[in-house]
Every structure is written in structure tokens, then in C-alpha cells.
């Protein structure tokens, strides 16, 4: 596949990941679209997904391939776990640790948050519940 070609499947990956568009990303990866890559701000479909909690999609981009510890962006985004924790989305939560999210990793290549501090932040409790039962070390340093 041309360069040209595999930037547009990635950036229309990365838009249809975002809204949860699960049907037009299962077209794009069977087109040739890598489940593991960015758009030009440099934000992962998986990231895109995990934080608008589109669980189908996380774990349809998960089945083809993607890392669930990608960082995301260019310093404004995190790994999919964070995203997906910072918003109490549950259920994307559970899809990132059951395919192997590290529940430790510290975002901002290891000097931010971790996915249990976001879920903390925002008060959601049974996001954390879930991070805890997940592995998730509240002293992690």
C-alpha cells in the first residue's frame, strides 16, 4: 500500500473510532487500514475509542492487532486505559485489561496519571473497582 493511501485509511480509522463507528472500522481494517497507527495529530483509533467508551469498537481494534498500552498524541492525550478511565467508560475499561492494558502505566511517557488516578479524579468508583480487580496497584509510584 502507498503512503498517501495508508495516511488516508489511518486518518478515516481514526475519525470512525472516535464516534464508535464500529461497522466502518471492521471496512477499514479489512481494506488494509493498520489497526495500530495515527492520525497527524498522532492519536490512536484505540485512544479515539476508549474515550468516547466505544467498547465494540475497542475490542474489534484490539482483535486486529493494536496495543492497549499505545500512547497517544503528542502530549495531550495518554494510553487508551487513561482515556478510558478518565471518563468512568466501564465497559472499554474491562475490554483494555482483558486484552493486556498494563493497569500501572503511568501516561505522558511515565510522569503522568495512571488509570486508577483519572478514574480517582473523577469520582468514578466503579471504573476504579474495576482497575483494582484488574491488577491495579493503588501505590504504584
Request: with cysteine; aromatic share 2%; hydrophobic share 40%.
Amino acid at each position: 500500500m502507498n503512503r498517501r493511501r495508508r495516511k488516508k485509511l489511518s486518518h478515516r480509522l481514526v475519525s470512525a473510532a472516535s464516534i464508535g463507528d464500529t461497522a466502518t472500522v471492521a471496512a477499514l481494517l479489512r481494506a488494509g487500514a493498520p489497526a495500530e497507527t495515527t492520525d497527524a495529530e498522532g492519536t490512536t483509533p484505540l485512544y479515539a475509542a476508549a474515550v468516547h467508551g466505544a467498547a465494540d469498537t475497542v475490542r474489534l481494534l484490539l482483535a486486529a492487532g493494536a496495543s492497549p498500552d499505545t500512547e497517544s498524541g503528542h502530549g495531550a492525550e495518554g494510553t487508551p486505559l487513561c482515556g478510558a478511565a478518565c471518563w468512568g467508560h466501564i465497559e472499554a475499561v474491562r475490554e483494555l485489561l482483558a486484552h493486556g492494558a498494563d493497569p500501572d502505566l503511568r501516561e505522558d511517557h511515565g510522569t503522568g496519571r495512571t488509570a486508577l488516578d483519572w478514574a480517582a479524579v473523577g469520582f468514578h468508583t466503579e471504573t476504579a473497582a474495576v482497575l483494582l480487580t484488574g491488577g491495579a496497584n493503588p501505590d504504584a509510584e
